[in-house]
């Protein structure tokens, strides 16, 4: 009760604001009748949408920490209420919610602008259906994001609450947040229920051809499936090999001791690191997206009325919303049989395929590209839920390395090593930009 009014005053001003970015966005991209024009336009969303999460959050506190006018961390400077000083402390957990989730809104949005008057009666329905698809589709993930955020900016919700229940496995504290988290989706799902409906893909807009950002994306998934398959023929060194000769208590400058992009913090070679990590994080991505999809085929014959609704444009994002019972859940297990099992490779996978397969029901009820453009974009929410869990000491466990756990000492190595920093967060974003554009393009061609 002390700490659930803090994060519904996060949760509800970084929706509204994520819904106004997407409004805003989707609209601009609804505009462009020429193919290259709305590709250039939908690049910068895009982009954003490829950057995790908790990333995008931790370099906007780093960045705005050189900023006197907001405060990075916190709900206010002092005990008296100061309205000044609580929006200047609201305005980066908001922001860093707001970005990523507005940049997800944009494509409900530009879904419903884009569609023929004949679908719902005036624009102003179209824009009530967006909002209310929206609400539902990224709310319960933005709120689970929101759990994140309060944690990186100190902001006293029920997020740190649920945190503290986790290091300290206390079950009661833990089964209360996700008793209210639970509520709150089933409050987000009642606004998409008594929308008027619309359609997922409409034929406003569509190309048989994969556009160019198709193909650049592509040539981009190529290399990195290549690159991890073939990590033992390119890596210089072993993954865990720690190189005494040169390694001093700190991580190695990029050309150093013969190691093209540096090391890490313990002399490990980067760049064999990043090669078997991304190895690791496509694999469980890959597997989980497998055995969800036959999983979510079989559900989709034989329950039909199971997520009719559902939006495809962000079937990358909504699993996200399943990531404080994914913890539960890992926690739990972890008590009954052992870390080390409960987060193995395959085991992890299987874990997050239990989480991304209702996002894949709706678009098995008739198969065409669409359904194939669904399914990669889940593969992405697989690939994006391991960076999270395993950049929170919650996913493949060191020295195992995966794009995740190389970015546990983000903040840390921010100043003093940004080359470990920046390489596994590129490469993160580079996989899921790909993965993102690749399921637009199967979408919208279908």
């Known amino acids: 009760a002390d700490r659930l009014p803090a994060t519904i005053e996060l949760v509800l001003v970084a929706l509204v604001a994520a819904v106004a970015l997407g409004a805003f966005a989707g609209f601009i991209r609804a505009i462009p009748r020429f193919g290259a024009l709305r590709e250039i336009v939908a690049l910068p969303p895009l982009v954003v949408r490829a950057i995790p999460v908790l990333v995008l959050a931790q370099a906007l506190q780093l960045a705005l920490i050189l900023w006197s006018h907001f405060s990075p961390a916190g709900i206010s400077s002092g005990d008296s209420f100061d309205i000044g000083d609580r929006i200047a402390h609201l305005a980066v957990?908001?922001?860093?919610?707001a970005i990523?989730?507005?940049a997800w809104a944009s494509q409900i949005f530009y879904d419903g602008f884009r569609q023929p008057n004949s679908a719902l009666r005036t624009p102003l329905h179209r824009f009530g259906s967006s909002l209310a698809t929206t609400a539902a589709s990224i709310g319960p993930a933005l709120l689970s994001a929101s759990l994140l955020v309060e944690v990186v900016t100190a902001w006293p919700g029920i997020g740190r609450l649920f945190f503290n229940g986790l290091s300290q496995s206390d079950f009661r504290i833990i089964a209360g947040v996700l008793l209210a988290y639970a509520a709150c989706v089933v409050l987000l799902r009642l606004g998409d229920v008594l929308a008027p409906p619309a359609e997922d893909t409409p034929s406003a807009?569509?190309?048989?051809?994969?556009?160019?950002?198709?193909?650049?994306?592509?040539?981009l998934l190529a290399a990195g499936a290549l690159g991890a398959v073939a990590a033992n023929a390119i890596a210089p060194i072993g993954p865990y090999f720690i190189d005494v000769a040169h390694w001093q208590g700190y991580p190695l400058a990029p050309g150093a001791g013969g190691h093209p992009l540096g090391t890490d913090e313990n002399g490990r070679d980067l760049l064999a690191r990043l090669l078997f990590g991304l190895r690791m994080s496509l694999g469980i991505a890959a597997f989980a997206t497998l055995v969800a999809a036959a999983f979510a085929a079989v559900v989709a014959r034989a329950v039909p009325w199971f997520g009719d609704r559902a939006a495809l444009s962000v079937a990358g994002i909504r699993a996200f919303a399943a990531l404080p019972f994914v913890m539960a859940a890992v926690l739990i297990l972890a008590h009954r049989f052992g870390i080390g099992h409960v987060l193995s490779p395959v085991a992890l996978a299987l874990i997050i395929a239990a989480t991304v397969w209702p996002a894949l029901v709706p678009a098995f009820r008739q198969v065409t590209r669409a359904t194939l453009g669904v399914v990669v974009a889940v593969a992405g929410a697989a690939l994006l839920l391991e960076v999270t869990l395993s950049m929170m000491g919650w996913g493949v466990q060191p020295p195992e390395p995966s794009l995740g756990n190389m970015l546990v000492l983000m903040q840390s190595n921010a100043s003093t090593a940004p080359w470990a920093v920046l390489a596994p967060a590129i490469v993160a974003t580079v996989m899921l930009f790909a993965l993102y554009a690749i399921a637009d393009d199967l979408r919208e061609s279908a």
Not at 93 to 97: K, T
Not at 205 to 219: E, K, M, N
């Open 93 to 97: 957990p908001a922001l860093m919610l």
């Open 205 to 219: 807009i569509r190309s048989s051809r994969l556009s160019a950002t198709g193909v650049v994306a592509i040539v």
């Open 100 to 102: 990523p989730f507005g």
